[in-house]
């Protein structure tokens, strides 16, 4: 049996407002298999972005959380903020979601890369620059050893993401957390980062957390994929599984809005009705309820549990034979 890298289990995040704590991320479990690609997919405010943040234990202080986190047996989130220090960046990489804004714009990117192995492989400064050289030329930056010296705002956005992935694959982590990679790059720079990535995940053998809305990205780089709603999991398993037979209406919706998917050239794109439930008022029962074509009332009297779909995936749903018919 292939073993995991990330294995989080029961993960729940709560963060404090004016009105109290609500829940941004609620009983959420999931594995990263060791040397395979996970994508987490779903709208925007889903809570896609803040498991990536729990796994990274970057939460706000006042953020509630529960559950547990194990990176190959150790449960990142009973570590102190100093052992966890040692994680970051050593063990796992975090490419964040926006390249403009992720780099300092006060130093170069040579300083900014090489930060990372000073502080995590105790090389010299001059060893480290050199290496933040040859990682520059890995991800593709031509001349990069004459860019070292360079600021993030003389790079395009596409070779200042270039930069935060050489930042994150500097130490070689276990793993790396993906965030949005080709959000604000325009087509032909998205294809390239696409490529990049998959190239240095299958050289550098480490796992891969990619988060994106955009199912073509997680169709290409990932071997399983969870389908996020309302801060759960609403549907899970290998990507074959789910996209061959989505089986969660919610999921449906998604694939159904993809313009590939539309029989008439010309017509009007499908979408989901509604829109997503506030965490501050959720309804009780299936959160997806109000927005399904399903929807009966035992839909609401109990949150439904993660049930067996078509094929070998999990969808939260009581409908899923009349879903997959």
């Known amino acids: 049996m292939m073993q995991n890298t990330l294995s989080v ?16 991320v609620r009983d959420l479990s999931f594995d990263v ?8 997919v779903g709208e925007s405010g ?10 990274m234990r970057l939460l706000p202080d006042s953020a509630q959380t529960s559950g547990s986190i194990m990176l190959e047996g150790n449960d990142l ?8 220090c040692a994680v970051r960046g050593a063990r796992i990489g975090m490419v964040f979601q926006e390249p403009m804004t992720a780099l300092n714009p006060a130093h170069t990117v040579g300083k900014q890369i090489a930060e990372g192995l000073r502080l ?3 090389l010299s400064s001059r ?9 520059m030329d890995l991800v593709g930056i031509p001349n990069a050893g004459a860019r070292l010296s360079d600021f993030p705002h003389q790079f395009s956005g596409g070779q200042r993401q270039r930069v935060v992935i050489a930042m994150a694959l500097a130490c070689k982590p276990d793993l790396l957390v993906a965030d949005e990679p080709t959000t604000a790059l325009d087509v032909t720079v998205q294809l390239q980062i696409l490529e990049l990535l998959e190239k240095l995940i299958a050289d550098m053998g480490m796992s891969l957390i990619v988060i994106s809305h955009d199912l073509g990205v997680i169709g290409r780089l990932c071997d399983d994929v969870m389908v996020m709603y309302a801060g759960q999991a609403v549907e899970k398993g290998t990507v074959a599984d789910v996209f061959d037979a ?12 993809l313009p590939e998917a539309q029989e008439d050239i010309g017509a009007r794109l499908y979408t ?19 927005r399904c074509g399903y929807v009966v009332p035992a839909c609401r009297d109990a949150e439904p549990p993660l049930s067996p779909g078509k094929l070998g995936q999990l969808a939260r749903c009581i409908k899923v034979p009349e879903v997959v018919a």
């Open 9 to 24: 289990q029961n993960l729940s995040v709560s963060l404090r407002t004016d009105s109290g704590y609500v829940p941004i």
């Open 46 to 55: 889903c809570g896609k972005s803040m498991t990536a943040l729990a796994v």
């Open 127 to 135: 060893a480290a620059i050199e290496e933040a050289g040859n990682l």
């Open 33 to 40: 298999r060791k040397g395979a690609a996970l994508g987490i």
């Open 77 to 84: 989130l009973q570590l102190s903020e100093g052992a966890m």
């Open 272 to 290: 989901i009705p509604g829109v997503v439930p506030s965490p501050f008022a959720l309804p009780h029962g299936c959160k997806f309820a109000d």
């Open 120 to 122: 995590h492989k105790g």
């Open 246 to 257: 989505p089986s969660h209406p919610y999921t449906r919706g998604l694939f159904g809005a």
